[in-house]
C-alpha cells in the first residue's frame, strides 16, 4: 500500500544497476522518494504485482500506478517532472540518445556480462567483443555525435550519460575479480575521461555503491558460478544480467 | 519547435517487418521521403557506412544523418511530425505505450526467429511460447491501454503499437503458410487480430 507522506516508491536492488539509472534520474530532478529494498531470487508480492511481466526490479508506483523498465522509467519521470530535462529537445538528438541507449542494453551489457560469465576462450572472446563496442563508443565520443562533450548529455549529465554510467562502474569491478583488460585508458582516452568525469558528479556518488561492496558481491557471484560450472547456462546468465 | 528536415530518405527491404513499419509511419504522417531498396545478400557501400554498428535496414537519413533501429525511428518520426500522433500526450499512457512496444522486440521477435530457423521439439517449444506471449500482450494491452472504440488499440486511428503489430501481419500469415502452424489466434488475441487486420486495409499502407 502506497504511504501516504510518499507520492514515489522505487522497488530496487542496492547492487542492480538498472536500479541506480532510476535513482541517479530522481536525484537529479530533485525528487524525494520512498525505497524498498527487493532480493533477486525471491521478489516480493509487491513486486510481483507491479511487474507481473518481468517479475523484476526496478519498478517505480507513483499515485498507485506502475512503470517498469528503465529506459521506459526515465523517459517517465523526464516528461512526468518537467524541470532539469534529462532528455534533449531536439529530435535528432533523442533519436541518437536512444539508440546508443539500445546499443548499451543490446550490445555491450550483455558481452560486459559474458566476460564475467564464462572462462578460457569464451572469455577472451567476451573481452574483445566489449573492446569492440567501447570502440565504437570512443569513436563518437572523440569524433562523433558526441565531439567535444564533456558528457553525451552536453554540459550536465542526461539520460545517456545515466544509462551508461550506471554499469559502467561493472568494468572496473570486473577488471579487477577477472584480471582482465577491459577499459584501459590508452586504448579508450576519451571514454575513460567521461567516466571519471560521471563518477566525480555528487549525485552519481550518492548513488553508486562503495567500490568494495561491490568488489564483494562480484566476488561473491563468481564463486557460486564457478561452483555450479555444470548448471544450466540461463542461471548463469540470470545473475550475469543482474550484475551488469 | 525543430524546423522539418528538407531531404528524407529510407533505406529498407520490401520483406522486412521493420522497414514496413517506419515506410508506414511516414506514409501515415504524409511525409515525402525518398525510398531505396538494399538487397541484403549484397549491402551497399551506402548503407554500411550508414549503419556501421548494425549494418541493416531500416535506416532513415534525414538531411544527411542518419538514424537506425525501427523503434528509435518510429519515435523519431513522431516527434518531427505531429499529426496524427503515434504516441498519447499523457506520460503514464505513453510509458506504458513504450513498454509494450518493446516486449514486442522481446518477446516476440526472437521467438519468430527460432520459429524460422530451428525444427522439431525446439520450433514447436518456439511456437508455443509466441502464442503465449502474444496472449501475454493482448491481456496487457487490454488492461493498461485499451479503451473501447475503432479496431485500432489506438482506438479510431493506428498508434505506435499498431504500426508495430500491423507490420508484422504479412510476414506473420507468411510464417504461418511456410511453417504450416496457427501463430495467431483470433479467438485468444481478438484485439491484436483486428488492429493488424484493419491496419492493412489502410490506404497509405495497401497503396504504391
Known sequence: ???????????????DSHTHRVQLALKLKGLEFEY?????????????????????????????RSIVESVVILQYIDETWTDNPIMPADPFERAVTRFWCHFTDDKLAPAVGLVFSSSGEGQKAAVDQVHENLKLLEREL?????????F?????IGLLDIVLGCG???LAVFEEVMEVKLIDPESFPVFHAWLRDFEEQQEVKETIPAIDRLLEYARGIRQMMLSLSNSSSSSINNAAASSG | MADQPKEVKLYGHGFSGYCTMVNSALKLKGVAFEYVEEDLQNKSEAL?????VYKKVPVLVVDGEPIAESLVILQYIDDVWKNPPLLPEDPYQ???????????YQKLVPPVYRIRTSEGDARKKAEEEFRANMITLEDGIREELWSAGGSFINGEKPGLLDVIMGSCHT????LEDVAGVKLVEKDRTPLLCSCMEAFVELDVVKGP
Open chain 1, 1 to 15: 500500500m502506497d504511504q501516504p507522506a510518499f507520492s514515489v516508491k522505487l522497488l530496487g536492488s542496492w547492487a
Open chain 1, 36 to 64: 524498498q529494498e527487493e532480493d533477486f531470487i525471491n521478489p516480493s508480492p509487491a513486486l510481483l504485482l507491479h511487474n507481473p511481466v518481468y517479475k523484476k526490479v526496478p519498478a517505480l508506483l507513483h499515485g498507485g
Open chain 1, 142 to 150: 572523440k569524433d562523433g555525435a558526441f565531439k567535444g562533450r564533456r
Open chain 1, 152 to 156: 553525451f548529455g552536453g554540459d550536465k
Open chain 1, 168 to 170: 559502467s562502474y561493472w
Open chain 2, 48 to 52: 554500411l557506412s550508414l549503419n556501421p
Open chain 2, 94 to 104: 505513453r510509458a506504458k505505450v513504450r513498454f509494450w512496444a518493446d516486449y514486442v
Open chain 2, 171 to 174: 510476414g506473420l500469415k507468411y
